[in-house]
Structure formats: structure tokens, C-alpha cells
């Protein structure tokens, strides 16, 4: 498989798995499914690749537990998002966390712009409503919001792990420290989803396709692609979001929420390719952050 059709698969798979999960909250409400997604997730990983934890420095832990806090607030409030809003909107709403803590650390105007583009596609969205022709829901909006927010943490934490603990041994600690954070107020819910026939099952496909096959896909496709590419691709993920909450939860968008989430796509990727080029350019040596890492 070629590493555009890797990313592509990621993302869809991704989302995917978060199409699942809207029919897992009946069962064991939006925190209850975030830590079944989370736990079991981080049970393969560990079993996968089984960190040698004990070798491990006081500063790398710190990194993993704060990379493990950003992982489970980002789906915790992701998923608050998806069961009050649509999917679609809800990742396009999501993106303004990368896309601001991108145009902050450059401190760029054309940066700033691209912030406001992606801006302009939310506020399109805002009045444009969903498919049920209501208003968005502005308590799914805010959780949508903060989820931004949790994966721009998520992003600067995640990049602090790749540097000082090596292979992936950080993602699988972080994983279970992420859903251990979840248990006190997703335990009760998680545990009835668990004693229904099909909660077991519909849990296990949300962990594998929203986390370990779009992670595992997602590590293949870097290994052979630019990392401005992969960004750029990466931006079409509010489109495959929409397409999922269509095909999946018959989540119709209307012609200007459609216009909204191309208005993001197209500051997602006009950013990361921004950032790309003056990265080869040389730039002024500061450290950029890339948008390479799943929303949700």
C-alpha cells in the first residue's frame, strides 16, 4: 500500500472508529466509552510493545503522565463534542487548537491568517446549523473547543515524549495513564456498556480503529513520506469526518457547512504547507510544530 493511501486509511479509520463510538453512548455514556477506547487501546500497546519502563528517568515520566493527561482530556472532550454535535463538525471545530498553536509559535501574520480562514469555515458552520436544520448545540461547541485546545497540549507533549523516551514505548504509558485518569468519572459507565451483550464488541472496534490501527498506519506513512505531506493529507480529515458521520449516523451537512469545512481544510493545509517550506528555508531556527497527530 503507498503511504498517501496510509494516511488516507488512517484518517478513515479514525473516524471510523468515532462513528462507533456515538453508538456506544447509549451504553455507557461519552467518558464511559472514552475509557473503554483508551483502556483497551492501551492494553494492546503495552502488550505490543512493552516498555522497559524500569529503565526509565524521572523526566521521561513526567513527559509520558503529561502526555497521558493531554490524550485522555482531548478524547474525553472530543467525545463530550460527537454526542451533542455532528462528527463533521466537530472535528472541523476541533482543528482551530493545532491551527492556532501552529500560527502562535511562528508568530507570522500569514500564519495568523490561515488561523482566521479556518476561523471564518467555523463561523459558517456556526450559522449555518446541522443537518437537523437547528442551531448547533453550544455546549457540544465549547467541548468541541476545548478539544482543540487539549490537542495542541496533546501535540507540544507528544513532540517532548518522541525526544526523550525512544520507540514507542511513550505512547503505550501515556495511553494507560490517559484512560487511568478517565476512571474515576467514566468507570460506572464503562462497566454497564461492558454487561451488555454487544458492549464488549462495539468497545474493542472503537480502541482498534480509533486508535491502534490509525497510530499504526500512521507510523508506516511517515517513514516514506515528507512530513509536510503527511500534514497536508492529515487537513483532509474534517471531509472523511463528514463523509463518516453521513454514511454511518446519517449526518446530512447542508451546501454552507459543507463551505465551512473546505474554508478549514484549506487553512490546514495552506499552514502545514507554510510551515514546510520554511522549515527547508531555513527560517530563523526555531522549533516548529507540525499538525501530524490524530484529532480525537
Not at 468541541?144 to 518522541?162: D, E, K, P, Q, T
Request: proline share 4%; net charge positive; charged share 10%.
Amino acid at each position: 500500500m503507498g503511504p498517501v493511501l496510509l494516511v488516507i486509511g488512517s484518517c478513515t479509520s479514525l473516524q471510523v472508529g468515532a462513528a462507533l463510538a456515538v453508538h456506544l453512548f447509549a451504553l455507557g455514556g461519552s467518558t464511559g466509552t472514552t475509557l473503554l477506547r483508551l483502556g483497551l487501546a492501551a492494553l494492546v500497546l503495552l502488550v505490543v510493545v512493552r516498555p522497559r519502563v524500569r529503565a526509565w528517568t524521572g523526566l521521561q515520566w513526567r513527559a509520558a503522565v503529561m502526555l497521558g493527561l493531554s490524550l485522555g482530556a482531548m478524547n474525553g472532550c472530543f467525545y463530550a463534542a460527537i454526542s451533542r454535535i455532528d462528527l463533521g463538525t466537530a472535528v472541523t471545530i476541533e482543528f482551530l487548537g493545532p491551527l492556532t498553536l501552529s500560527a502562535v509559535l511562528s508568530r507570522r501574520l500569514r500564519d495568523l491568517l490561515w488561523v482566521g480562514l479556518a476561523l471564518a469555515g467555523v463561523l459558517v458552520l456556526g450559522l449555518t446549523g446541522e443537518h437537523h436544520g437547528g442551531s448547533l448545540d453550544p455546549v457540544g461547541v465549547v467541548f468541541a473547543l476545548l478539544a482543540g485546545a487539549c490537542w495542541a497540549a496533546y501535540i507540544m507533549a507528544s513532540a517532548r515524549v518522541g525526544r526523550l523516551v525512544p520507540g514507542h514505548g511513550g505512547l503505550a504509558v501515556a495511553t494507560a495513564v490517559g484512560a487511568l485518569a478517565l476512571v474515576p468519572l467514566g468507570a460506572g459507565g464503562a462497566v454497564h456498556a461492558l454487561g451488555t451483550p454487544n458492549g464488549l464488541w462495539w468497545a474493542l472496534g472503537t480502541a482498534l480503529l480509533a486508535s491502534v490501527v490509525p497510530y499504526s498506519l500512521e507510523l508506516a506513512a511517515l517513514r516514506r513520506l515528507p512530513q509536510r505531506t503527511f500534514g497536508i493529507l492529515l487537513s483532509l480529515e474534517p471531509v472523511i469526518a463528514s463523509l463518516a458521520g453521513w454514511a454511518l449516523l446519517g449526518q446530512r451537512m447542508t451546501l454552507l457547512g459543507g463551505l465551512g469545512v473546505v474554508l478549514v481544510v484549506l487553512a490546514s493545509a495552506g499552514a502545514t504547507g507554510t510551515a514546510g517550506r520554511e522549515r527547508r528555508q531555513g527560517a530563523d531556527g526555531r522549533e516548529r510544530v507540525d499538525l501530524t497527530t490524530p484529532a480525537g
